[in-house]
Nanobody, 124 residues
Framework: QVQLVESGGGLVQVGGSLRLSCAASGRTFSMYAMGWFRQAPGKGREFVAA????????SYADSVKGRFTISRDNAKNTVYLQMNSLKPEDTAVYYC?????????????????WGQGTQVTVSS
C-alpha cells in the first residue's frame, strides 16, 4: 500500500510558475514509477508526465513538453512537477499516481495508487 499526498497547487497568473509536490508513504517509494495526471471540469483524466523508478527516464504529454518538468527525490519519497509558462488551459485538479511496474505509462489505468489531487488555477 502506498499513500500519496499532493501539495503546491494554487492560483497563478498566465505565464507564472508553480511546483507541485507529491509525498509518498508506505511501501518502498523507489520501486514505483510515478506519474502526474490532471482533470479539468467536464473533461477526462489527462496524462501530464511520468518518471521511472530511478528518475533516469521521463515522458511528457505534448501539451506540456518544454514547459513542465517531472523529477523525484527517492531519499525524500517525493515526486515533483515544476510547471512554467502556465496557460489558462493548464487549469485542472492535478493528481500524482504510483505504478508498480517500471514503465512510463500514459494510461491512467496502469497506475495502482492515487493521491487526492491539488487544484491549479491559471488566471488570465
Amino acid at each position: 500500500q502506498v499513500q500519496l499526498v499532493e501539495s503546491g497547487g494554487g492560483l497563478v497568473q498566465v505565464g507564472g510558475s508553480l511546483r507541485l509536490s507529491c509525498a509518498a508513504s508506505g511501501r518502498t517509494f523507489s520501486m514505483y514509477a510515478m506519474g502526474w495526471f490532471r482533470q479539468a471540469p467536464g473533461k477526462g483524466r489527462e496524462f501530464v508526465a511520468a518518471i521511472s523508478w530511478g528518475g533516469s527516464r521521463t515522458s511528457y504529454a505534448d501539451s506540456v513538453k518544454g514547459r513542465f518538468t517531472i523529477s523525484r527525490d527517492n531519499a525524500k519519497n517525493t515526486v515533483y512537477l515544476q510547471m512554467n509558462s502556465l496557460k489558462p488551459e493548464d487549469t485542472a485538479v492535478y493528481y500524482c499516481a504510483a505504478a508498480s511496474k517500471n514503465i512510463l505509462e500514459s494510461r491512467w489505468t496502469a497506475y495502482d495508487y492515487w493521491g487526492q489531487g491539488t487544484q491549479v488555477t491559471v488566471s488570465s
